[in-house]
């Protein structure tokens, strides 16, 4: 197999016969998945992570793009393994975990299992804006075409120096300074994707319910984006006879980059372990 295109995503060739998807989240970057990647290719896994259809691209660009264009980078780079891999599972961090799921109810026939990491149906973390209420009335009125939320701190980490790298860079990004997007991820958030986030969440409610395959949920219990009953939703719909709920208890919504990074790698690493050794259907 030759390397994919994957633009400036992530490939790492393995040895194993198994592959995992790594997906990233709304205005994030694949560094996110970075440590995952990394490890799970120390296993032998080839890896591969997209980034999202116009991450990296201006705002104006991104904050025209539709949910189905970011599920269909996850396709395209479903499509480039599946062919090599009999073992194919998916791995997502908040919004990207949703597309993950959804790419195990398209193809069940050959992803095995999904690991859900801090998904995000809807913002209700305690650091949710105070005028979280009004967002509807932005969404849904020509105005919020042009409304963009500034992120604050703590970015969704709880490691303080990386709370700090973060805040270097965040405190001073103008809004059209894409010169290291590509490393930190959007320092604003289009409001405007919410509507496409609340349009993804409609379509993959109505479909967890045929998922089967086993699924894992990761998440914080301090996350400071969206609270476990995130994961618990996701939990209580899937049609899956396998199924784990993991709690962290000194991270935030970054679980892949943060205090327990190594744990919640662990544990992923684990759990497809035991879909391949055929503990877990």
């Not at 198994?18 to 990233?24: E, Q, S």
Request: proline letters at 5%; charged letters at 20%.
């Amino acid at each position: 197999m030759g390397v994919p295109d994957l633009g400036d995503g992530i490939f790492l060739k393995g040895q194993n016969g198994r592959a995992a998807i790594l997906i990233h989240g709304l205005t994030g970057t694949p560094n996110e998945m970075k440590c995952l990647g990394i490890a799970l290719n120390k296993k032998g896994y080839t890896v591969v992570c997209p980034r999202l259809k116009n991450h990296g691209a201006p705002l104006d660009v991104l904050k025209d793009t539709t949910w189905e264009d970011f599920y269909q980078s996850v396709k395209e780079a479903y499509m480039k393994v599946k062919d090599d891999h009999e073992f194919i599972v998916v791995s997502g961090l908040s919004m990207g975990a949703l597309l993950a799921l959804l790419l195990a109810d398209e193809f069940p026939e050959k992803i095995k299992g999904v690991s859900c990491l801090s998904p995000t149906l809807f913002y209700d973390g305690w650091n949710t804006p105070w005028y979280n209420f009004l967002l509807p009335i932005a969404i849904y009125s020509p105005l919020g075409y042009f409304f963009y939320h500034k992120e604050d701190p703590p970015y969704g980490v709880k490691n303080k120096q990386m709370q700090e790298r973060l805040h270097s860079y965040y405190s001073t990004a103008a809004i059209d300074n894409t010169e290291k997007i590509a490393e930190y991820g959007y320092p604003f958030f289009p409001v405007v994707l919410l509507c496409q986030l609340k349009a993804l969440v409609r379509h993959l409610s109505g479909r967890l319910k045929n998922i089967t395959v086993p699924v894992q949920l990761v998440q914080a219990k301090d996350d400071d984006i969206s609270s476990a009953k995130n994961s618990q939703f996701i939990y209580d719909g899937v049609g899956s006879k396998t199924k784990e709920m993991v709690m962290l208890y000194d991270s935030y919504h970054c679980v892949t980059a943060d205090q327990e990074r190594k744990t919640v790698t662990s544990r992923v690493e684990e759990f497809f372990e035991k879909i391949h050794n055929g503990a877990a259907k």
